[in-house]
Structure formats: C-alpha cells, structure tokens
C-alpha cells in the first residue's frame, strides 16, 4: 500500500477498476440517479444479452409498476436531470 493511503483509497480505487467491467459484462447495473458513469456498458451488455439482462431481473430501486421486470423491453439506463 502507498504510504499515507488508507485501506478506503485502495477499496475505491479497486472498485473504480471493477465497476466497468462488472457492469459491461452484465454483472451489475449502472446506478444513474447519481451518475451517468456505464450507461454505454449497459447498454453494450444488454444488446449482447449477458448477465442480469438474460433474466428477468431488476434493480434494487425499482418496484411494483416501474420495475423494470415488468416491462422487458425498457431499459431503466436514464440518466435523470440534474437538481
């Protein structure tokens, strides 16, 4: 570890690294109500149909009407205005 970084530097920067891959490889979605950040991997993940988007999966924050398992053939990949 470099001198000074604390194990939350090491973490971030791992989960930095990870965060693309995981989500272009269909292993998790891109959280867009912060952050606009893999959009463009989900969306290549889910034309190539890997991971999460061979099942009929949803996100965590979606539920009941919206949620995404309701309506295959919408993507919750939206980047939502700034407040």
């Not at 930095?16 to 606009?36: H, K």
Request: glycine share 8%.
């Amino acid at each position: 570890m470099i001198e000074g970084a604390t194990a939350t530097d090491a973490l971030s920067r791992a989960v930095r690294r990870l965060a693309p891959i995981m989500v272009r490889e269909g292993m998790a979605w891109a959280f867009v109500r912060y952050s606009g950040d893999y959009v463009d991997e989900e969306a290549r993940a889910k034309a190539d149909q890997l991971g999460i988007d061979t099942r009929r999966c949803a996100p965590p924050w979606g539920s009941g009407e919206d949620n995404v398992a309701n309506k295959p053939n919408e993507s919750h990949a939206q980047v939502l205005p700034q407040a």
